[in-house]
């Protein structure tokens, strides 16, 4: 028989206790049969329901029923059902998790869980609220961290040594004009070390006039002049960036690759700055034990030009390992790094109305391929490799 509210003859203590006693029973016997969420919605609307709860009726048909004297004992006792029925009504709601019940099988039950230790699992048609379920046993999807592309690491390493040395970082667009590319860095047109740049043109320009006409830039030289345009002397900067040639793709060559190109202008800068901050770079990337050489050469836009050598950094300048020859550096013990020189007069001739008069300032630059230095640097072979996008070949770098 389910519980019923008595009107209560008694108002003396113990008999208070008895009538409340009986009623934290029923509270008990039917919280126990709360299995479901629909099953404690009743439980909860027959305890704590407004009009007609258990509560409601206490309170009618003790506290308000009670004689004067009483008023006190009853309050006491009503105050306490009231705090355990709010809390068992609270504590029995069940705390619902779909998922597989049997990790072996498709069986997807409905798993009950409140009261403390008491769960019910119930297998069989699946609830109606599985497609918004979240499956609890099944493993996370993993989201691996991403790392730097080892060229842009190779990038970030040359970067940091020269910006120890008080360099800026300047960078330029990547679309440039014959002017920016070619004549401004001492390239006349028709001359004949443009042949050597492999230069890919943006069609349909043949209506501007040269200088103007656009090209996707094959050093990043340019932005010597764009910055020298901009800032007035001392300078010191480094540029990185991509630069494309008309290269087949093969082992060693890409169409598009990646330079750092470097300019100090002062006053009084001489060659010898030049060999000690390169030859100070050079240790810092690949070892203090590494020598340097200088080799005349020649760019329209240095004078004098060299090219720099250092000291095989993987035979150890020997030529050989373990009797095999060496290849990176073809037997001979030393590896071509850059290229570099003086900035050519010229060049200067260019911005000579910011503050760059030849007779007045000097300065020297550099320039180098980033993803041939990173294939020496990781014993990479194919350059290929660096722009497949293969996770498998570039995790190895992370
Ligand atoms: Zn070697």
Known sequence: MAYTVPKLKEFSPAALDKAAERLLTALEQESAAVNTEAD????????????????????ELWLKAAPKGAKRDVGQRVNLARARVTETVEDGK????????DAGAANIGEVTVG????????????????????????????????????????????????RNLGYSIAEGPIIETDYYNFEALNFPPNHPARDTQDTLFLANQDSKPLRDRLLLRTHTSPVQI????KMKPPLRIVVPGKVHRNDPPDASH???????????????????????????AMKALFGSSVKTSFRPSFFPFTEPSAELLVSCFICGGRGKRNLEPCRPCKQTGWIEILGCGMVDPNVFEFVKSNGYDPRKVSGFAFGMGVDRLAILKYGVDDIQLFFQGDVRFLAQFA
Do not use: C
């Open 254 to 280: 890409s169409p598009m690759f990646h330079q750092i190109e470097g300019l100090a202008v002062d006053t009084n800068i001489t060659l010898g700055d030049l060999k000690g901050t390169l030859d100070h």
């Open 226 to 229: 764009r910055t020298m345009e």
């Open 115 to 162: 009261k403390g230790l008491s769960a019910k699992v119930k297998l069989g048609s699946a609830p109606a609220v599985v497609e918004h379920a979240v499956d609890i046993t099944l493993p996370g999807n993993r989201h691996p961290l991403g790392a730097e592309h080892p060229v842009i690491k190779a990038m970030n390493e040359i970067l940091s040594v020269f």
């Open 40 to 59: 404690w919605k009743t439980f909860r609307d027959r305890w704590m329901g407004r009009k007609n709860g258990v509560l409601t009726q206490v309170n």
């Open 94 to 101: 069940p705390k619902r998790i779909v998922g597989y019940a």
